[in-house]
């Protein structure tokens, strides 16, 4: 009796320890949800997000929107090195027509790393250095990622004709496509901030 007793116990506190672990990343997950509402990539928004969620501390806006920003610079550097990986091999192959292809989307991938960081650094500033300088930061940062956005599409549909073989051509595109997405929910995230920080502080819309 007293086994069956423990056994009984150890199933009990097993099943409760799963399902406050199953609850809490429920709860996480509809408090995302709600944040990614406005996102056009709403699944990408909430998974990005949540393995940073801490159930002791709610994120505020805008730790979500540097968590997502700092996602898509991340993306963009490792896209980044793939892209120079598969033209340094074509090349050293001699296929110059396939090099040519992706030297200009090299280019504006650079650009694109290049902006995205900025405008991390760009967001981090924010509402540490006084509301006088919010909307500046706030014109910057929308500025970069909406350039970031334009650079990404433009190597997209710089790759889109014959000069890249059919199978690194697929593989480049689907890394951009990803960090499109990631680039337009940071993008929604900031508004998302910027619009409940201004109301707060009474700040006049830019």
């Given at each position: 009796?007293?086994?069956?007793?423990?056994?009984?116990?150890?199933?009990?506190f097993a099943i409760f320890a799963f399902s406050?672990?199953?609850e809490s990343i429920s709860r996480e997950r509809v408090y995302l949800e709600s944040q990614?509402?406005?996102?056009?990539y709403r699944d990408l928004c909430v998974?990005?997000?949540?393995p940073y969620m801490n159930k002791k501390v709610v994120p505020s806006p805008q730790r979500l929107t540097q968590i997502s920003l700092a996602s898509c610079l991340s993306k963009a550097r490792v896209t980044k090195t793939y892209v120079n990986m598969i033209a340094k091999r074509l090349n050293e192959t001699g296929k110059v027509q396939e090099f040519q292809a992706l030297e200009e989307c090299i280019h504006q991938i650079d650009?694109?790393?290049?902006?995205?960081?900025r405008s991390f650094k760009e967001l981090?500033?924010?509402?540490t250095d006084g509301?006088?300088?919010?909307?500046?930061?706030?014109?910057?940062?929308?500025?970069?990622?909406?350039?970031?956005?334009?650079?990404?599409?433009?190597?997209?549909?710089?790759?889109?004709?014959d000069g890249i073989g059919r199978k690194e051509k697929a593989m480049i595109n689907a890394r951009f496509v990803n960090m499109k997405q990631l680039a337009s929910n940071s993008l929604m995230m900031f508004t998302r901030f910027t619009t409940r920080y201004r109301a707060?502080?009474?700040?006049?819309?830019p």
């Open positions: 009796m007293a086994q069956n007793v423990l056994s009984f116990l150890v199933l009990f406050t672990v199953v990614c509402r406005s996102a056009l998974r990005t997000l949540l650009n694109g790393v290049d902006q995205i960081t981090q500033q924010m509402g509301d006088e300088n919010f909307v500046w930061h706030e014109s910057n940062v929308q500025s970069w990622v909406s350039a970031a956005l334009t650079d990404i599409t433009t190597c997209i549909d710089g790759i889109a004709g707060s502080r009474g700040i006049k819309n």
